[in-house]
C-alpha cells in the first residue's frame, strides 16, 4: 500500500482523476439525504423526482444513483490501462505485476468484508460490496490486459452470453412457490416471460448464494439477501471493467483527442440502445442489483458518456479549474470509502456536540428570523444539511492528505 505519489505526473489522466472524485462525493455524501427530504414532500412532484434519482430502484430501471458502481467498476478497468503500462515503462516484469494484482485482488476483497462486518457481532461474510466484487474480478483483468481489443471484447460478450444462459437455463419456482420464503413481498411486481428468470432472489445466482454463504460461518444460516445482490455478480460486472479497459486502451492510444472523444461517445450510445433493446424485447430485464448483461451494456453507455464529457472538457479543453473538489478526492478515492463507511455517525455526533452551540451564537448574533437560519432549523432539511456537513469534514481530510502529498493507494 503506497502512501507516497506525485500529483502531476505527465501521463496522469485528470478527467479520469476528476470523475473518480465525483462519483466518491456522490458515494460519500449519501445522496446528500435528498431521498429522505423527498418523503417529507409526498405531494411535490420536483421532490419525488428529485428523491428517485438519489435512491437506487427496487429492481427493474435506472436511477442517477444506480450508477456510481458501476462507475467504480469502469474505472477500475480504465486505471489499470494506464499503471499497467506506466509499470511495464518502469521496467517491471509480468510476473511481479501478476502478484501485484493478486494481492491487490485479496486486500480488495478481504478490506469490503472488514467494512461490511462494522458493527456485527462476528465476521459478515458477504460478497456483494462493490471492493469485494472489483476484488474477485480483477486477477481476470489483469489476464486480458496487454491482449488485442479483439480479445479483451470477444471476452466481455463470452461473460455476457454465459451470464444470460446461466439464468435462462435455471428453472423457475412451480405455481405452489412460497415468495415469502426468499424474502419477497406478495405485492412484488413479477417479471413474466423469459425476463421471470431474472427476478428477485428466484434466480440462478441466488441459488448459488443459498449455497456458498452457507459455507461460511454464520449466526443463522443465509437464506436471501434483502436487497437482492448477489456474489456472482462479479462475473458480469467484469465485463464492465473489461470495457472500462477497452476505454483506457483507446484514451492511450496515438490516435487524435477528438478520435477518442468521439470514440467514447459513439461506445456509449451504443452502449444504451442494446440494454434498452434487450429489455424492449423481454430477452433481459435492466437489473442493477443482479447486474444483468442488459444492465451491463446500459450502465456502461452511461460511463463512456460520461467519461466522454469529462475528457472533452478536462483534458481537450483544458478547462481544468473547476475539477479542484473533485481532484482532491478521486486522487485518495480508497480513503474516503473507508471513511464513508466508517465515520459518517462520529462526525455527526461530534458536530452536535461541538458546534451546536455556535450555531445557537450566531441565531443570537444575526437576525434569527434570517431565512437562512429557517433553512437550518426547519426539520424537513435536516438530513440534507447533516449529510452536506459530514461531506465537508470527510472532503477536508482528503485535502489534508492532497496537501501533504499522501496518496493512499492499494
Same mark, same amino acid.
Not at 467498476?73 to 499503471?83: H, K, T
Not at 474480478?137 to 488485442?148: A, I
Not at 489534508?400 to 493507494?409: A, D, T
Given at each position: 500500500?503506497?502512501?507516497?505519489?506525485?500529483?502531476?505526473?505527465?501521463?496522469?489522466?485528470?478527467?479520469?482523476?476528476?470523475?473518480?472524485?465525483?462519483?466518491?462525493?456522490?458515494?460519500?455524501?449519501?445522496?446528500?439525504?435528498?431521498?429522505?427530504?423527498?418523503?417529507?414532500?409526498?405531494?411535490?412532484?420536483?421532490?419525488?423526482?428529485?428523491?428517485?434519482?438519489?435512491?437506487?430502484?427496487?429492481?427493474?430501471?435506472?436511477?442517477?444513483?444506480?450508477?456510481?458502481?458501476?462507475?467504480?467498476?469502469?474505472?477500475?478497468?480504465?486505471?489499470?490501462?494506464?499503471?499497467?503500462?506506466? $509499470?511495464?515503462?518502469?521496467?517491471?516484469?509480468?510476473?511481479?505485476?501478476?502478484?501485484?494484482?493478486?494481492?491487490?485482488?485479496?486486500?480488495?476483497?478481504?478490506?469490503?468484508?472488514?467494512?461490511?462486518?462494522?458493527? $456485527?457481532?462476528?465476521?459478515?461474510?458477504?460478497?456483494?460490496?462493490?471492493?469485494?466484487?472489483?476484488?474477485?474480478?480483477?486477477?481476470?483483468?489483469?489476464?486480458?490486459?496487454?491482449?488485442?481489443?479483439?480479445?479483451?471484447?470477444?471476452?466481455?460478450?463470452?461473460?455476457?452470453?454465459?451470464?444470460?444462459c446461466y439464468f435462462y437455463f435455471y428453472p423457475l419456482p412451480g405455481p405452489d412457490f412460497d415468495y415469502a420464503t426468499v424474502g419477497v413481498s406478495s405485492n412484488w411486481p413479477h417479471l413474466e416471460g423469459v425476463a421471470a428468470h431474472f427476478d428477485k432472489n428466484t434466480n440462478a445466482a441466488a441459488a448459488f448464494d443459498q449455497w456458498f454463504l452457507n459455507l461460511f460461518h454464520r449466526t443463522k444460516p443465509f437464506v436471501y439477501n434483502g436487497g437482492g445482490y448477489l456474489t456472482l455478480s462479479f462475473i458480469p460486472s467484469l465485463a464492465t471493467m473489461i470495457f472500462g479497459l477497452l476505454s483506457g486502451e483507446l484514451l492511450r492510444s496515438p490516435r487524435p483527442d477528438r478520435?477518442?472523444?468521439?470514440?467514447?461517445?459513439?461506445?456509449?450510445?451504443?452502449?444504451?440502445?442494446?440494454?434498452?433493446?434487450?429489455?424492449?424485447?423481454?430477452?433481459?430485464?435492466?437489473?442493477?442489483?443482479?447486474?444483468?448483461?442488459?444492465?451491463?451494456?446500459?450502465?456502461?453507455?452511461?460511463?463512456?458518456?460520461?467519461?466522454?464529457?469529462?475528457?472533452?472538457?478536462?483534458?481537450?479543453l483544458k478547462f481544468r479549474k473547476w475539477t479542484f473538489p473533485m481532484i482532491v478526492v478521486g486522487m485518495n478515492s480508497i480513503a474516503m470509502y473507508v471513511m464513508a463507511e466508517t465515520i459518517p455517525g462520529w462526525i455527526h455526533r461530534t458536530l452536535r456536540t461541538h458546534f451546536h452551540w455556535t450555531y445557537q451564537w450566531l441565531r443570537q448574533v444575526f437576525d434569527a428570523d434570517n431565512r437562512i437560519f429557517e433553512f437550518f432549523d426547519n426539520p424537513n432539511y435536516e438530513p440534507l444539511v447533516t449529510s452536506a456537513w459530514m461531506l465537508l469534514v470527510m472532503w477536508l481530510v482528503c485535502y489534508?492528505?492532497?496537501?501533504?502529498?499522501?496518496?493512499?493507494?492499494i
Open positions: 500500500m503506497s502512501t507516497a505519489g506525485n500529483p502531476t505526473l505527465p501521463n496522469r489522466l485528470v478527467s479520469l482523476d476528476a470523475y473518480r472524485g465525483l462519483t466518491m462525493l456522490a458515494m460519500a455524501s449519501g445522496g446528500l439525504g435528498l431521498h429522505h427530504v423527498a418523503e417529507k414532500f409526498p405531494d411535490s412532484r420536483v421532490w419525488q423526482i428529485i428523491g428517485y434519482q438519489f435512491e437506487h430502484v427496487p429492481w427493474v430501471g435506472c436511477a442517477l444513483w444506480d450508477l456510481i458502481q458501476p462507475s467504480f467498476m469502469f474505472m477500475v478497468g480504465v486505471s489499470m490501462a494506464y499503471s499497467c503500462a506506466s $509499470r511495464q515503462a518502469h521496467g517491471q516484469s509480468y510476473t511481479r505485476m501478476f502478484a501485484h494484482a493478486c494481492a491487490r485482488a485479496l486486500v480488495l476483497t478481504l478490506l469490503g468484508i472488514f467494512l461490511r462486518s462494522d458493527g $456485527r457481532p462476528q465476521t459478515n461474510f458477504t460478497f456483494e460490496d462493490v471492493l469485494t466484487q472489483i476484488g474477485l474480478g480483477y486477477v481476470f483483468l489483469f489476464l486480458l490486459w496487454n491482449h488485442s481489443t479483439r480479445i479483451q471484447f470477444a471476452a466481455a460478450a463470452a461473460i455476457l452470453i454465459g451470464y444470460w478520435e477518442k472523444f468521439w470514440g467514447l461517445v459513439v461506445a456509449g450510445l451504443a452502449g444504451l440502445a442494446l440494454g434498452e433493446v434487450l429489455q424492449f424485447t423481454g430477452l433481459c430485464p435492466i437489473v442493477k442489483r443482479i447486474w444483468t448483461p442488459s444492465w451491463t451494456l446500459f450502465s456502461t453507455g452511461w460511463t463512456c458518456l460520461i467519461l466522454a464529457a469529462f475528457y472533452g472538457v478536462v483534458d481537450i489534508w492528505l492532497y496537501r501533504q502529498k499522501v496518496f493512499i493507494r
